[in-house]
């Protein structure tokens, strides 16, 4: 069945360092890809996603480029700050397209 | 817009014990969904309802049920809680389209079972 696998955290950091949280997927066909991120105590929000291969999401400085070839859709800041710290999960449409299929989140945490 | 709310923001059962989660969304949203969310496992979903009217099984749908109550809202009850079942539970609802297709989450319920 259709899965995600993230790169296990936690990512520690310096501000201003260069981000990679690595993601890659398993599906059927081409589905769409998301990051969501979650703040401490908060929900999940919509930070960027791509519909179709060779698409670039892009948001708050966060980028992810869905490529077919490698099946990925890394996550990449090139500069850090303390309040990107968070959980980042990347999620795609299930095969059936009932319902987002999420990687097991990595933490980011960034130290001033 | 409230988007996506959730009630209680924390609950702390015993053994055995029963509750509801609520859920209500303002967007007119057809798709409402229910995860649980554990340390190390990402999120999984419960139950889904694809419209009003209708509910399915997620992945993990064991010691639950829910109810479509309307368009707005989808409850999530445990009839029996366990210590199994201590988790965050988060309802979303999902927007669709052309080529937009968005879930939107509430803020979450953090529930205790001891």
């Known amino acids: 069945g259709d899965s995600v696998t993230q790169m296990e955290g936690p990512v520690t950091l310096s501000e201003e360092a260069f981000l990679t949280i690595n993601c890659t997927y398993t599906?059927?066909?081409?589905?769409?890809l998301f990051w969501y991120v979650q703040y401490p105590g908060e929900g999940l929000q919509l930070l960027l996603k791509?519909?179709?291969?060779?698409d670039k999401g892009s948001n708050k400085g966060f980028e992810a480029t869905y490529r077919k070839e490698t099946t990925s859709f890394h996550l990449e800041k090139g500069s850090v700050q303390v309040s990107d710290s968070a959980v980042y999960f990347c999620?795609?449409?299930?095969?059936?397209?009932?319902?987002?299929?999420f990687g097991k989140g990595t933490t980011l945490s960034v130290s001033s | 817009n409230a988007g996506v709310t959730q009630t209680p923001k924390f609950q702390v059962l015993k053994t055995g014990q029963s509750m509801t989660l609520q859920c209500a969304q303002d967007?007119?949203?057809?798709?409402m969904y229910w995860y649980r969310q554990d340390p190390g496992m990402g999120l999984r979903l419960i139950y889904y309802?694809?419209?009003?009217?209708?509910?399915d099984k997620g992945e993990v749908p064991n010691g639950y049920n829910v109810s479509r109550l309307n368009k707005r809202e989808f409850s999530l009850r445990l009839e029996s809680a366990a210590p199994s079942q201590t988790s965050v539970y988060f309802c979303a609802s999902r927007y669709t389209s052309g080529s937009t297709d968005t879930q939107y989450f509430g803020p979450g319920t953090r529930l205790t079972v001891l």
């Open positions: 599906a059927t066909g081409y589905p769409s």
């Open positions: 999620a795609l449409w299930g095969q059936a397209g009932t319902a987002l299929i």
């Open positions: 967007m007119n949203h057809n798709s």
């Open positions: 791509a519909t179709k291969a060779d």
């Open positions: 309802s694809a419209s009003e009217g209708t509910t």
